[in-house]
């Protein structure tokens, strides 16, 4: 096995996942906006409490830099070197630490309890769903790091193939 293919083959679909979902949180935070900013708080698919305004405008600010965070993910998986696996990690770990912002809003929308929309609890679900998936795709690039069969590690340099 050369060095790295263990970690590559499956890199791509941890990118397709991470940034589907990404988007899609994206498309339900910014329609729920919308709608509360219309005042149309008691839409019977938003709903909610006072965290809410706070939930959708982080949960927006994590969907735009999850799914940009993923364009570096996908130049280190076309490139493959432990530069492009530096940017990949260090945009991966901010658009980790921005959707671990949004889970402790969704955590605290919850707690809060109240009604709360279908759409708003699937954006609630879907955050979550980042939040755990971004952690593993960080851990993925990591783990070239523990052995190089894994994926380049940050001290070599390089096309590793």
């Not at 600010?61 to 280190?76: D, T």
């Not at 009604?115 to 979550?128: D, N, P, S, Y």
Request: net charge positive; charged share 10%; hydrophobic share 50%.
């Amino acid at each position: 096995m050369a060095v790295g293919r263990g970690g590559r083959s499956l890199m791509g679909p941890f990118l397709v996942i991470n940034l589907v979902v990404y988007l899609i949180v994206l498309g339900l935070a910014g329609w729920s906006l919308d709608k509360y900013i219309d005042g149309e708080q008691n839409h019977p698919h938003l709903g909610g409490n006072p965290s809410t305004s706070f939930l959708l405008m982080f949960a927006l600010i994590a969907g735009v830099i999850g799914a940009s965070s993923m364009l570096p993910g996908f130049v280190h998986l076309h490139k493959w070197t432990s530069q492009s696996l530096a940017t990949a990690a260090s945009s991966a770990i901010i658009s980790w630490i921005m959707t671990a912002l949004a889970f402790g809003l969704v955590c605290k929308q919850i707690i809060m309890g109240g009604h709360r929309g279908k759409r708003l609890q699937t954006l609630e679900a879907l955050i979550t769903i980042a939040m755990v998936s971004q952690l593993l795709y960080i851990l993925l690039l990591h783990a070239g790091i523990c052995r190089s069969s894994y994926g380049p590690v940050y001290g070599s340099y390089g096309p590793q193939h």
